[in-house]
């Protein structure tokens, strides 16, 4: 099983600011199948990153994700309101089981 | 667009079995071109991936949770279904059913999820 960790768990930062979170992984991630999720209070993860690299569809260019092997990061290049919430790394290779990192919560300075 | 949304107990006692029904619409179950999935979230905490079901009734499991694991489909109904055996306080969770596409894809669509409290 791969085991993801984020750091760091909580970052706090004002609107206009840039993001870095970060998600490493125990062992290689095949193909970068590598996924990053946003989760607001109360609702579903919302799938923002796949690939490592490539946006779900109609997410803002504000969001880029990169990295290969064990390391993977994603950037928020310019913080809105509105991205402030708790973002989980995924792997998804061909073998199950799927695994989650902890999380990063992004919240206001 | 797809929706998916879970249905079942919110309250389920120990040593019991939980059994939760995610109905899928504005789309077939029976597409072949998709997993359909249950993942789980304890409150405040981070995502468990509990398993997933392919249409042929193929499926795969979580190794931690998989002794205590059943997941079905009712491709007349639209539906797939969980069922956790033996629970305990530590199943406590909002569960949510999801979408993969075939193929080593993230998971696309969410429900809405529905909270499961184990407690007598």
């Known amino acids: 099983e791969i085991v993801l960790t984020q750091s760091p768990g909580t970052l706090s930062l004002s609107p206009g600011e840039r993001a870095t979170l970060s998600c490493r992984a125990s062992?290689?991630?095949?193909?970068?199948?590598l996924a990053w999720y946003q989760q607001k209070p109360g609702q579903a993860p919302r799938l923002l990153i796949y690939g490592a690299s490539s946006r779900a569809t109609g997410i803002p260019d504000r969001f880029s994700g990169s990295g290969s092997g064990t390391d993977f990061t994603l950037t928020i290049s310019r913080l809105e309101p509105e991205d402030f919430a708790v973002y989980y790394c995924?792997?998804?290779?061909?073998?199950?089981?799927?695994?989650f990192g902890p999380g990063t919560k992004v919240d206001i300075k | 667009q797809v929706q998916l949304q879970e249905s079942g107990p919110g309250l389920v006692k120990p040593s019991q079995t939980l059994s939760l029904t995610c109905t899928v619409s504005g789309g077939s179950i029976s597409s072949g071109s998709y997993y359909w999935s249950w993942i789980r979230q304890p409150a405040g905490k981070g995502l468990e991936w509990i398993g997933r079901i392919y249409t042929s009734g193929s499926t795969n499991y979580n190794p931690s949770l998989k002794s205590r694991v059943t997941i079905s489909v009712d491709t007349s109904k639209n539906q797939f279904s969980l069922k956790l055996s033996s629970v305990t306080a530590a199943d406590t969770a909002v569960y949510y059913c999801?979408?993969?596409?075939?193929?080593?894809?993230?998971?696309?669509?969410w429900g809405q999820g529905t909270l499961v409290t184990v407690s007598s």
């Open positions: 995924q792997q998804y290779g061909s073998s199950p089981p799927i695994t």
């Open positions: 062992q290689s991630v095949s193909s970068s199948y």
């Open positions: 999801a979408r993969e596409k075939v193929g080593a894809n993230p998971v696309d669509y």
